[in-house]
């Protein structure tokens, strides 16, 4: 079992800054990807950020240029640093991982349970 625990969500007003954190822990072997993903209220969950264990990165056109996305491979840890932030960032976001369990060598998709930004003045 794989679990993934998420932090630094909360409020902030725009143009301000906000740094997610997530660790994985549980049976893992390797991970192959983390990423981010969010979800605002009437919105369709949406991929915001995600990087391989090599350092490779996507990023929603959304966010280029403003959030970052870095990970430590031996913390199995991925953070996501978000500047310039804008109203239209608020949403619900989940922290996700790819990789393979040490239990069976079974593939395993694992998700956060959420944590919620609010851009607001």
């Known amino acids: 079992q794989v679990q993934l625990v998420e932090s630094g969500g909360g409020l902030v007003q725009p143009g301000g800054s906000l740094r997610l954190s997530c660790a994985a822990s549980?049976?893992?072997?390797?991970?192959?990807?983390m990423g981010w993903y969010r979800q605002a209220p009437g919105k369709q969950r949406e991929l915001v950020a995600a990087?391989?264990?090599?350092?490779?990165?996507n990023y929603a056109d959304s966010v280029k240029g403003r959030f970052t996305i870095s990970r430590d491979n031996a913390k199995n840890t991925v953070y996501l640093q978000m500047n310039s932030l804008k109203p239209e960032d608020t949403a619900v976001y989940y922290c996700?991982?790819?990789?393979?369990?040490?239990?069976?060598?079974?593939?395993?998709?694992?998700w956060g349970q959420g944590t919620q930004v609010t851009v607001s003045s």
């Open positions: 990087i391989t264990s090599g350092g490779s990165t």
């Open positions: 549980g049976t893992i072997f390797s991970i192959n990807a």
């Open positions: 996700n991982a790819d990789g393979r369990s040490s239990y069976g060598n079974y593939p395993f998709n694992s």
